[in-house]
């Protein structure tokens, strides 16, 4: 059974500092997917990484991807406090043909 | 079009109603998808239709049941639920490869009273 670890599961921090989110995965997979939760929305797909060291930035976020390791990193640039929500990675299970779900990472960004 | 549309995107129903949700895609996904989500946990999955074939999550109680009258649509039909079943219900689609990201919809928050 795959099982994805995020940590932390909640982070605080101040306008303009940088952070990681981690995501661990148990079992081998080419997939993983970041998304972002806004408190009593649906979620906002922000990336898809779909190789062995595939790097993505989108704004203040970047997302890189360890198939070797199992493990993809949400990196913040300079938070605002936009970015308060609530970020899941998802790992795509190729056997089972469905995504997993990580418990998420809930940011509060702070002036 | 790039969305995927549920309504309602509310419902309130007692324990004895019989409800439907629904949901709708027009970008050509041949794989639609429910999930259950509780407050401050990750969406978990309970129905995956793709390729006109129906997966199901086996801990999912029978008292949900999906329908997918085409590849369109895919509603979920609600008959004697429990206070425990109150969550937020999201539909999803995707392109079969799954080389990009689910697309959402807006949810329907449920309410069993």
């Known amino acids: 059974e795959l099982k994805v670890e995020q940590n932390p599961l909640f982070l605080s921090m101040q306008e303009g500092k940088n952070y990681t989110i981690y995501c661990n995965y148990s079992?081998?997979?080419?997939?993983l997917y970041w998304y972002r939760q806004d408190p009593g929305k649906s979620l906002e797909s922000l990336f898809v990484?779909?190789?062995?060291?595939a790097v993505k930035q989108e704004g203040r976020l970047m997302a890189s991807l360890d198939t070797k390791a199992r493990l993809s990193t949400l990196h913040i640039t300079a938070a605002v406090h936009d970015l308060s929500a609530t970020y899941f990675c998802?790992?795509?299970?190729?056997?089972?043909?469905?995504?997993?779900f990580g418990d998420g990472t809930t940011l509060t960004v702070k002036p | 079009d790039t969305e995927v549309t549920q309504t309602p995107k509310h419902l309130v129903m007692g324990m004895t109603n019989k409800k439907s949700l629904k949901c709708e895609q027009h970008m050509g996904h041949r794989a639609m998808y429910w999930y259950k989500q509780k407050a401050k946990k990750p969406p978990e999955l309970m129905f995956v239709?793709?390729?006109?074939?129906?997966?199901i999550n086996e801990s999912v109680p029978s008292r949900f049941s999906p329908e997918c009258p085409n590849s369109s649509l895919l509603n979920l039909h609600l008959h004697a639920l429990q206070p425990e079943d109150s969550a937020l219900y999201l539909c999803?689609?995707?392109?079969?490869?799954?080389?990009?990201?689910?697309?959402f919809g807006s949810g329907t928050r449920l309410t069993v009273v």
């Open positions: 239709y793709s390729y006109e074939k129906l997966s």
């Open positions: 998802a790992v795509y299970n190729t056997n089972a043909g469905k995504s997993t």
């Open positions: 999803a689609s995707s392109q079969q490869v799954a080389n990009y990201g689910y697309t």
């Open positions: 990484l779909l190789s062995n060291g």
């Open positions: 079992t081998t997979s080419d997939r």
